[in-house]
T-cell receptor
Framework: GDSVTQMEGPVTLSEEAFLTINCTYT??????LFWYVQYPGEGLQLLLK?????DKGSNKGFEATYRKETTSFHLEKGSVQVSDSAVYFC??????????FGSGTQLTVLP | EAQVTQNPRYLITVTGKKLTVTCSQN?????MSWYRQDPGLGLRQIYY???????DKGDVPEGYKVSRKEKRNFPLILESPSPNQTSLYFC?????????????FGSGTQLSVL
């Protein structure tokens, strides 16, 4: 079945540091890929998505590129802020049309 | 305001005492779903509903029931809760269940079963 593997957390960075959170996937066919973010005490919100190979999703300074050859969708941001502290989930919608989530990566940004 | 509303936000109960977690959306969404979130496991789908009176099992349905009698409501029922159902629960909805549709999530229900 479909699966998503994210890098283990927690990740702690200083403000203005570069962020990468790795995500790889296993799926049949051509899945759509997503990053969701969960701020403390809240539900998940869609951060960005990509629906086909080589698409780049971007939002709020975050970017991720759909790499079919490496089955990856790594999340990046050039300069993180304290307000980016949250849990980040990589997810995909595969042939079953249901969302499959990774285990989540906790990011803490220190001032 | 467009939203998914879950109640209660926190719930402590004892083994075997039936409980219901309510979920309501005001966006006329066809698709609704329940997830549980556990440390290291991410979100796992319990049940989902493609429309009124249409429900299907997700990845971890054992011990749960759902119903979809109205479009806006999708309650999660635990007939006989057990400690392994202690978790953070999220309800979510989307307009339809297409591959690119954005899911809207409620704020979560933290359940503790003693």
């Amino acid at each position: 079945g479909d699966s998503v593997t994210q890098m283990e957390g927690p990740v702690t960075l200083s403000e203005e540091a570069f962020l990468t959170i790795n995500c790889t996937y296993t799926a049949t066919g051509y899945p759509s890929l997503f990053w969701y973010v969960q701020y403390p005490g809240e539900g998940l919100q869609l951060l960005l998505k990509a629906t086909k190979a080589d698409d780049k999703g971007s939002n709020k300074g975050f970017e991720a590129t759909y790499r079919k050859e490496t089955t990856s969708f790594h999340l990046e941001k050039g300069s993180v802020q304290v307000s980016d502290s949250a849990v980040y989930f990589c997810a995909l919608t595969g042939s079953a049309r249901q969302l499959t989530f990774g285990s989540g990566t906790q990011l803490t940004v220190l001032p | 305001e467009a939203q998914v509303t879950q109640n209660p936000r926190y719930l402590i109960t004892v083994t075997g005492k039936k409980l219901t977690v309510t979920c309501s959306q005001n966006m006329n969404h066809e698709y609704m779903s329940w997830y549980r979130q556990d440390p290291g496991l991410g979100l796992r789908q319990i049940y989902y509903s493609m429309n009124v009176e249409v429900t299907d099992k997700g990845d971890v349905p054992e011990g749960y029931k759902v119903s979809r009698k109205e479009k806006r409501n999708f309650p999660l029922i635990l007939e006989s809760p057990s400690p392994n159902q202690t978790s953070l629960y999220f309800c979510a909805s989307s307009l339809i269940r297409g591959p690119n549709e954005k899911l809207f999530f409620g704020s979560g229900t933290q359940l503790s079963v003693l």
